[in-house]
């Protein structure tokens, strides 16, 4: 009976996102042809996306792109003796009867249309977030809701901060609602944005999930409060004028921090050479980005020194390939590597 169980559950597992074949075999992206994404004012990098509206709420926009089925719950069998299987539910999309996943009994579902009811508690009225983006990927499987709040100026730069709510279903995928500076619209963005989870609050799907009204909107209140934060910091880098030495000393010391490698002054073994050549290309691209937007009219301050130095972390450092890439980007490397470097601007900066 356990062999069986075991391979009834497997076969669940197993099977293709809601029974549908995707366009390719890795897809970045990850919308498969059950799947819809809404985004305000475009079609996304992808140009899969559905263009909504400005404005509406997350209910209506879930209508609009045709994210208003239900997940129902169903008991699954042995394939030999068609017994029930005790320990596990299947769940089953309503709209077109593809199923989601298999999961333990005890695991508890939250409606699309839940999401969506907790998405419009916290927009609406004045300074509050609206509806941004909203979709669901993997067949149904990850379901999203971006919030987008009031633009906002940050060491003379516009800065655009989203407040994401994220569903899944199965495979461990908690529901999680916290602020990010990632714009969601596929599964990379997704994925990516699972580096700002700790800024607010996670739930699993167990059988005491409660969503409390007061962590909902302290979630929000998160957001504001670490915008306000990164304002100040911003604000506060773009206020220290930088010279020469300061920027390479900045950039120095956030080279070595992110890639825990001293840059050898006078190499004298093929791996301390190695290691010079590759700071002295970093620090270059660095300068370049550095001098670029200088002569685009940036004023030269700390604030441009940093944004220098997580460009090339962003854009050169750690670049990897294939499942490499996407892990990097879940466990959220780049976006730590990226706090640490505006930390370390402003202590160098200020020294």
Known sequence: MIMAQLSIVDRFRNQSPCGTKQKGSQMAHEITESDTVGIVGSTGWHGLGKNIEAGQSALQAMETVGLDWTVTEETIQTATDSRDINSHKALRRSDNQDVLNVVGINYSVVQPKTL??????????????????????????????????EDTVIGGDETYQYLLLANGYGDGRPLRIHPTCTRVVCANTFGGSTADAHLGYTWRHTAGLSLRVEE????????????????????????????????????????????????????????????????????????????????????????????????????????????????????????????????????????
């Not at 509806?131 to 919030?147: A, E, W």
């Not at 604000?235 to 300061?246: G, Q």
């Not at 825990?260 to 301390?272: A, D, L, Q, S």
């Not at 130095?309 to 959220?332: F, K, M, P, Y």
Request: some cysteine; glycine content about 8%; charged content about 25%.
């Open 116 to 149: 969506a009811a907790i998405a419009d508690s916290l927009a609406g009225g004045d300074n509050s977030p609206s509806v941004d983006t909203i979709g669901s990927l993997r067949g149904g499987r990850n379901i999203f809701i971006g919030l987008r709040g």
């Open 216 to 351: 909902v909107q302290d979630a929000l209140r998160q957001w504001r409060d670490r915008l306000r934060i990164i304002k100040s910091e911003g604000d506060t880098l773009a206020a220290l004028d930088v010279n020469s030495e300061r920027v390479s000393a900045i950039m120095v010391a956030v080279y070595e921090a992110t890639t825990g490698i001293k840059i050898p002054t006078n190499p004298t073994t093929p791996v301390e050479q190695r290691r010079l050549i590759r700071a002295t290309d970093a620090i270059s691209y660095m300068q370049k980005v550095f001098d670029t937007e200088r002569s685009q009219g940036s004023k030269p301050s700390v604030w441009l020194a940093a944004n220098s130095t997580t460009n090339w972390i962003q854009h050169v450092h750690g670049r990897l390939d294939g499942e490499d890439r996407a892990a990097s980007c879940v466990l959220g490397a780049k976006a730590v590597d990226t706090a640490r470097a505006m930390r370390i601007a402003l202590t160098v900066g200020t020294a």
